[in-house]
């Protein structure tokens, strides 16, 4: 009888091994429910009835190759192969215990504290033993959580911790890389604007000091022409006086500026925008991810960043989508270090320029309080 | 043209009133802003102030149109109530001289300027001052003197150009204003624009409910309201006779264009009126001049409009390039012709949101200046790597998503019509065999005047008008939807959704100033919320690629300074923060609603500061003051003294220029 079971149980083991699917990783994922087992096969030609079924699966699920799981609809089983099953083998009863929550929680690894809530081990000296006994047989092993810093979690010393657990690429030792993301940010928006723009040497673009930006007339609120405005004039050049350089000096500046490299917007249609795979395929080509492989769910995430830094847009043209960087007349490409952090010239505003726009007692300013316009000292420097 | 008046704003319109019409008149305008409707006597009592001088102060302020005032019929008392709309716009005049100036000319601005200065004026007084003040009497009405285009564009548009300018005739200043008018830049005043809009909709209202003796019942109700709105906006639209009886000579008709043509430069244009048929616009201009009775004044909603298409061009200038901008700058100015204000009324049906006004290819093309070298400014890749179809691509209809983020915008596009592809594959590769021949030698072309080089043998109208389309196409296809391309008349016809438009561009402000006062990361997770909406606080992090304790240095950060909310949403009845979910969002109206008044806030204490700077130097500016040192301070006040004189002019334009850069950002946030 007991042979016979021995061999029955190898054999419903075999076919389920059988019923696998999939690449070897995620194969033993699938879990069987009651109805699963009863109709492979074997159990149909065999008349396996549910009694013995249940019998086989309590002894698999003894000798940890089967490992019993609650779904929804019921119990269900997953598979343990071989040869993590004969792991199990000379461990003593406590180890077993650890061992499987261990095993159990797979690559998201098990915080401490919650192992010996788990498995009710409470003498911390004897929890930290077995362990230790563990880790030196090698069966399991240590590693910081990224979610919580201070987790100190363990895991089978055969896997890798899940992604969750360390944070995919952009974690080294539990810490983000900074400078990392940092710099592969700056190679990513250079493999986009040198695409995504048309570089050429100085002609078309704004002269050097002329802008469309309104320069207004000295005295504006008078709206007169009053003597001290005249008198102001002496020194400064006004408002039309610059306006009217618009009409002259494309020429002028492009002789002057002949030799300079600007960068030009692409026309409409371009289709030629390098897009997610090519970014993808060029960061692995130039190599210079210290042999982590960047997928490219990780370089969308790049992609995001910068398009949320305002760096770059999002451009579709046909079914392609593409990338570009944004404001690329306004890089300067004479003086381009390739990965550093380029030229740009920050945009600002009334707000952002005036001494009120960067007070940190603007909330408490008023006339006759504690700090008020006249006696600004922020006032004082700006206008020294 | 509704904005709420904040304690800041109602400050600054009573700084910017003292600072241009003095003490008195900002007194009472500070009284009519914090109690409200008043009448003489009660201004008196308040301010405890003769009635006599109450009285001169209202007089300054209605002729500079800054209260409405209501006489009642049944008491004939008459109220005054503040109007913080033209107060605040006081701050403009500068900018509104300078762009008029740019856009029309100098006659244009001079003309505007004398409205502006006295508030409203009638046609002739505005004729009379302007020959006194520029130019000599001539005595022929005929028009028999030369064309003003002789004067040149470089020179100094503020110098007194009296002495060399040639001879003004009448005929010529109200030609100038008519078509001011028909522009829309002035607009002809009644007295019920002197009305606050609430007392002309009660007054609608009484009359008509006398048609009622018993009251309203039931469907009356709905009915009459309907009549009041119609009744009101046909008062409103009573000064746009004038308007609509010029515009068909000035705008549309064929003078109007001929001369926009045989000048190439709009500048000019303005002023050589006189090469055109006399007889063709006689008609509206002897009725203007009969009508020299009519009072004119300035209409700040147009002058809006033209302020708002400098910004935008300056806007596309720093997102895409020179050229395109001044391309963008040709198509606003086509566009604004068919554009009143700014903020359309949602009342108003006679706009239907759906189909903004468009204007074509052909009419842009009349509206872009000679000088504007459209062969430079955008790449040339081969041929084979554009997508003509992608690029023509028509959008008949406004986007329909209201996206939550500036980047949501784009996505979401309306039916998109695909052209013929032959077809428009014709004018793309002619497009592009040009820019090989002429992108080379761009560079050499000199002489002071590109149009004239470029008649003889350089490309041709059609050539130049194909890479202007170029240019339109690139704003089309760009993320900010600066102008979409809505059908495909006449080579094309684009518009602007300007509410789409205005939208990203208040963002962007927004923006900068976020990344001024937090940096770049704190711009990056500003915007992932603005993109995805309420996150909580867990999933920041990632998204932004940033280490948790810098995420939650910034939202704090943020917070405090009240650009975030953060919404705490218990995941039990216990309410522990550890079960609780943060959700972290960005509040727009709330954001722009708090930065405009900090705005206002800064305007005032710029002002403040001028006050006080002005205070400083009181006994110099006393001299100054004097009439037999006006003009000539620089031989009159002695080395020091003057040297101060000129530190004090440096920190008022400092100061001042500062103002209109705040006010800049007023337009931008609150009027666009």
């Given at each position: ?183 592969l940010l700056n190679v990513v928006f250079d493999f986009i604007k040198d695409q995504g723009s048309y570089s050429t040497r100085g002609s078309g673009g704004a002269p050097k000091?002329?802008s ?41 500046a492009r002789?002057?500026n002949g030799q300079q490299r600007i960068l030009l917007p692409m026309p409409a249609g371009y289709s030629n925008y390098i897009t997610l795979a090519e970014i993808?395929e060029r960061i692995?080509?130039a ?12 370089v969308?995430?790049l992609l995001?960043v910068l398009m949320?830094d305002g760096r770059i847009e999002e451009i579709k043209v046909g079914?392609r989508v593409g990338y570009r960087a944004v404001r690329i007349s306004k890089h300067d490409p004479s003086n381009f270090v390739p990965g550093s952090v380029p030229a740009y010239d920050l945009p ?37 | ?314 806007f596309v200038d720093d997102n895409i390039g020179y050229t395109t901008a001044q391309v963008y ?44 070298d459209v062969f430079g400014g955008i790449g040339k890749p081969s041929t084979d790597q554009i997508n003509v179809?992608s690029a ?18 784009y ?17 793309m590769?002619?497009g592009h065999?040009?820019n090989g021949?002429?992108g080379g030698?761009d560079g ?23 890479r202007?389309?170029q240019h339109l196409l690139l704003l089309a296809e760009s993320g900010i939807?600066f ?190």
């Amino acid at each position: 009888m007991d042979d016979k079971k021995e061999l029955l149980k190898e054999q419903l083991y075999q076919a389920c091994e059988e019923n696998l699917e999939g690449p070897d990783e995620t194969a033993y994922s699938r879990s069987f429910s009651q109805d699963d087992l009863q109709s492979l096969s074997i159990c149909r030609e065999l008349k396996i009835d549910l009694k013995t079924l249940m019998g086989l699966v309590q002894s698999l699920t003894n000798d940890r190759r089967f490992i019993p799981l609650q779904s929804a609809t019921g119990p269900v089983w997953r598979l343990r192969p071989e040869e993590e099953a004969n792991k199990y083998r000379g461990l003593e009863k406590d180890q077993v215990l650890v061992y499987s929550w261990i095993d159990n929680a797979g690559g998201e690894g098990i915080w401490q504290q919650t192992l010996r809530n788990k498995t009710g081990i409470t003498q911390d000296q004897q929890f930290k033993n077995i362990l230790k006994q563990l880790e030196a047989k090698r069966l399991i092993t240590s590693f910081m959580s990224v979610q919580n810093a201070s987790h100190k979690c363990w895991i089978k010393a055969s896997i890798k911790p899940s992604i969750k657990a360390t944070g995919g690429p952009w974690y080294a030792d539990g810490d983000l890389d900074e400078s990392f993301i940092n710099i592969l940010l700056n190679v990513v928006f250079d493999f986009i604007k040198d695409q995504g723009s048309y570089s050429t040497r100085g002609s078309g673009g704004a002269p050097k000091g002329a802008s469309t930006s309104p320069v207004l007339p000295k005295k504006v609120l008078k709206g007169k022409e009053s003597e001290v405005a005249i008198a102001a004039r002496g020194k400064k050049r006004d408002a039309d006086a610059i306006t009217n350089d618009d009409e002259s000096t494309p020429l002028k500046a492009r002789r002057s500026n002949g030799q300079q490299r600007i960068l030009l917007p692409m026309p409409a249609g371009y289709s030629n925008y390098i897009t997610l795979a090519e970014i993808t395929e060029r960061i692995a080509a130039a190599n210079i991810t210290r042999g982590t492989k960047l997928k490219e769910s990780d370089v969308k995430q790049l992609l995001d960043v910068l398009m949320y830094d305002g760096r770059i847009e999002e451009i579709k043209v046909g079914r392609r989508v593409g990338y570009r960087a944004v404001r690329i007349s306004k890089h300067d490409p004479s003086n381009f270090v390739p990965g550093s952090v380029p030229a740009y010239d920050l945009p600002s505003n009334g707000l952002t320029e005036a001494p009120c726009g960067r007070c940190p007692v603007f909330e408490l300013c008023e006339e006759g309080g504690p700090v008020w316009a006249g006696g600004c000292e922020y006032f004082d420097e700006w206008l020294a | 043209m509704s904005w709420q008046v904040t304690k800041n704003a109602a400050e600054l319109c009573v700084l910017l009133i003292r600072e241009l019409y003095g003490q008195l008149p900002s007194r009472i305008f500070e009284i009519l802003m914090s109690t409200g409707r008043s009448t003489v006597q009660q201004l008196g009592r308040i301010s405890s102030t003769s009635l006599r001088n109450v009285r001169h102060g209202l007089a300054v302020l209605v002729q500079q149109n800054l209260v409405y005032h209501y006489t009642d019929s049944d008491n004939s008392r008459t109220i005054y109530e503040a109007n913080h709309y033209y107060a605040y716009n006081i701050v403009r005049n500068g900018k509104i001289l300078d762009c008029t100036h740019r856009n029309y000319g100098e006659a244009a601005k001079r003309i505007v300027h004398l409205v502006m200065a006295s508030g409203h004026m009638r046609v002739g007084s505005i004729v009379d001052a302007y020959l006194k003040s520029h130019g000599k009497l001539a005595n022929n009405v005929n028009g028999s003197s030369e064309p003003t285009n002789g004067h040149e564009n470089g020179d100094d548009p503020f110098d007194d150009a009296a002495e060399e300018e040639p001879q003004i005739s009448g005929y010529q200043v109200l030609d100038d204003i008519a078509h001011l008018v028909a522009i829309g830049i002035l607009e002809p005043l009644s007295p019920k624009m002197l009305q606050s809009p609430e007392d002309i909709k009660s007054e609608v209202d009484k009359d008509l409910m006398k048609a009622y003796p018993s009251g309203l019942r039931g469907k009356q109700k709905g009915e009459h309201e309907s009549r009041v709105v119609n009744t009101v906006r046909e008062i409103r639209n009573r000064s746009q006779h004038l308007k609509m009886q010029l515009e068909p000579t000035y705008l549309y008709g064929s003078g109007a264009k001929r001369r926009k043509l045989a000048n190439g430069d709009r500048t000019h244009g303005f002023s050589a009126a006189n090469d055109d048929d006399p007889i063709e616009k006689l008609n509206p201009l002897t009725n203007l001049y009969v009508q020299d009775g009519i009072l004119l004044r300035v209409n700040y909603e147009k002058c809006l409009v033209e302020l708002r298409n400098q910004r935008l061009c300056q806007f596309v200038d720093d997102n895409i390039g020179y050229t395109t901008a001044q391309v963008y700058g040709a198509m606003l100015t086509a566009l604004s012709k068919k554009l009143s204000c700014c903020q359309p009324d949602p009342q108003d049906d006679s706009i239907d949101p759906m189909n903004p006004p468009t204007v074509t290819t052909i009419e842009i093309f009349e509206y872009l200046k000679a000088s504007v070298d459209v062969f430079g400014g955008i790449g040339k890749p081969s041929t084979d790597q554009i997508n003509v179809t992608s690029a023509e691509k028509v959008e008949r209809n406004p986007p329909s998503g209201d996206g939550d983020g500036d980047e949501a915008g784009y996505d979401a596009q309306a039916s998109i019509e695909e052209p013929d592809d032959d077809d428009v594959d014709m004018e793309m590769v002619n497009g592009h065999h040009l820019n090989g021949t002429h992108g080379g030698d761009d560079g050499e072309v000199s002489g002071q005047n590109g149009t004239k080089k470029y008649e003889g043998l350089g490309p041709t109208k059609a050539e130049r008008m194909q890479r202007m389309r170029q240019h339109l196409l690139l704003l089309a296809e760009s993320g900010i939807q600066f102008v979409r391309h809505s059908g495909t008349r006449d080579q094309g016809e684009w518009t602007v959704d300007f509410e789409i438009l205005i939208r990203q561009l208040r963002f962007l402000e927004l923006d900068t100033i976020i990344e001024d006062t937090f940096g770049r990361e704190g711009l990056r997770l500003i915007k992932i919320l603005r993109a995805k909406g309420k996150i909580d606080d867990k999933a920041l992090p990632t998204m932004a690629l940033m280490q948790k304790g810098d995420v939650h240095m910034k939202m704090v950060e943020m917070e405090l300074a009240g650009f975030l909310d953060v919404q705490e949403v218990p995941r039990d009845n216990n309410r522990v923060a550890a079960r609780t979910l943060f959700l972290w969002f960005f509040d727009e109206h709330r954001t722009l609603t708090r930065t405009l008044d900090n705005t206002y806030k800064a305007m005032v204490r710029h002002l403040q500061r001028l006050e006080v700077e002005g205070q400083k130097k009181k006994n110099i500016l006393s001299i100054v003051e004097r009439t037999d040192v006006q003009g000539m301070e620089q031989e009159k006040l002695s080395g020091d003294a003057f040297n101060e004189y000129q530190q004090f002019l440096d920190i008022q334009s400092r100061l001042l220029g500062q103002v209109s850069k705040l006010d800049d950002l007023v337009s931008v946030l609150r009027d666009y």
